[in-house]
């Protein structure tokens, strides 16, 4: 092991970390959340949802500044203010009495959390790594899903002892005494010289297209359709989860631990899809992931049977978090590495999108129908689409075969 790639895993191992608390705590307690506010509020679930979408649009259109700053900057910088902004906010959010300013901190949470954790991340680990890259991957973003699987049982144990202002505190502490430290020490985003991971493997290169080439292709957009349906999904499903098990039969705390296994599985699985896309092609393993996550989604409906709760933990639980890992990763197949923080940045936008629509869709589909069985329906609806649009994305080589002029005989 080359002295730049013992640097690369060490830089992996603080991404974990800083995921786990940046991410984990930010994102993934949502749902945690979500019943004790009602409970506080009285709102309608629609209404409710909508701070969660807003976090999402602002996220969505941050996220191209973020890849531009990316492409320009040292990542620790934007890192850093991005972990500050979310830490503060969840702070302002537990002194609030009202939808308004519950909102800009939604809002401020969704932009902090873009700049800190999953286009960053994404963009660090590309560079530093080549043969590897899946396999890095998996690892820096199992940091999301341990970090959803410990920030769940955290908050749910600091909201039941103090109430959510509480909740909310507990998870802004962290961010800034150990998440911002250890970017500052250890973030890089590049090495200074290509890789050469081993003796056997190639220097690394960057190749790829320039934004108004990448825009040009079909790749991107069908990554974009993918991007939005996906997280469309993931959301909407998400936020309502422990709502949804409430209201067939379970107690909160049983659906705050079907949620910590969910997210102990999604672990396991970001790791063995990253393997497996190292051997395959992001391509065939991103469109295997979404096929099962397709199936996880369908036994949702028939959860309060336990064999169909099972069946879904199982199969959502290991793909639900791969996207994280595989996207980047087809993103570069497809389109390169040239501009990656760019266009993590811009097809970001399309997901943060979904991410807005689909926990106001679940919560409107509850208002009118009494049920989530129609939204969850339209869900699995949405990740059979994902699964085609990657299956139909084209490799690198051959987007610049058609962008490049033909040579013509002298």
Not at 64 to 90: C, H, K, N, Q, S
Request: proline share 4%; net charge positive.
């Amino acid at each position: 092991m080359t002295q730049q790639e013992r640097t690369g895993w060490k830089i992996v191992a603080s991404l974990f970390v800083i995921l786990f608390l940046v991410w984990g705590g930010g994102v993934n307690t949502g749902a945690v959340f979500f019943p004790a506010l009602l409970k506080y509020f009285g709102w309608k679930r629609a209404h409710l949802s909508t701070l969660g979408s807003a976090g999402a649009l602002a996220a969505g259109a941050v996220g191209p500044i973020v890849g531009w700053l990316l492409d320009r900057f040292e990542a620790r910088r934007v890192m850093v203010a991005g972990t500050a902004l979310t830490a503060l906010a969840f702070i302002a959010a537990s002194r609030v009495n009202s939808y308004f300013p519950l909102l800009i901190a939604n809002l401020a949470i969704g932009i902090g959390v873009t700049a800190a954790t999953v286009i960053p991340c994404s963009l660090i680990v590309s560079s530093w790594f080549g043969a590897r890259r899946g396999l890095a991957l998996g690892v820096t973003f199992a940091g999301t899903s341990i970090g959803g699987m410990g920030m769940t049982i955290v908050s749910n144990y600091a909201i039941a002892a103090g109430g959510w202002r509480s909740g909310y505190v507990i998870l802004a502490v962290p961010m800034l005494v150990v998440a911002i430290p250890l970017i500052l020490l250890t973030v890089k985003s590049r090495p200074i010289a290509p890789i050469a991971t081993t003796v056997e493997s190639k220097p690394l290169v960057l190749p790829g297209l320039e934004v108004a080439d990448v825009l040009r292709t079909r790749s991107f957009w069908l990554i974009s359709a993918a991007q939005f349906l996906y997280a469309c999904a993931i959301a909407g499903a998400g936020l309502h989860l422990i709502a949804y098990l409430i209201g067939v039969g379970y107690t909160a705390s049983f659906g705050a631990g079907v949620l910590s296994a969910i997210f102990f599985l999604t672990s396991i699985g970001k790791l063995a899809m990253g393997i497996f896309a190292d051997r395959v092609s992001a391509r065939v393993a991103l469109s295997i992931n979404f096929a099962f996550s397709m199936l996880g989604t369908a036994l949702l409906l028939g959860a309060a049977h336990t064999s169909a709760l099972l069946g879904y933990v199982i199969f959502y639980g290991l793909t639900v978090g791969a996207p994280l890992v595989l996207m980047p990763m087809v993103m570069a197949e497809s389109l390169g590495l040239k501009r990656l923080g760019s266009v993590l940045g811009i097809t970001g936008v399309f997901a943060t999108v979904g991410a807005a629509i689909g926990p106001v869709l679940a919560g409107h589909i509850f208002d009118v129908t009494g049920s989530y069985n129609t939204a969850f329906s339209v869900f699995v609806a949405m990740w059979f689409m994902a699964t085609l649009s990657i299956f139909a994305c084209e490799p690198l080589s051959a987007v610049e075969a058609r962008l490049t002029p033909a040579s013509v005989p002298a």
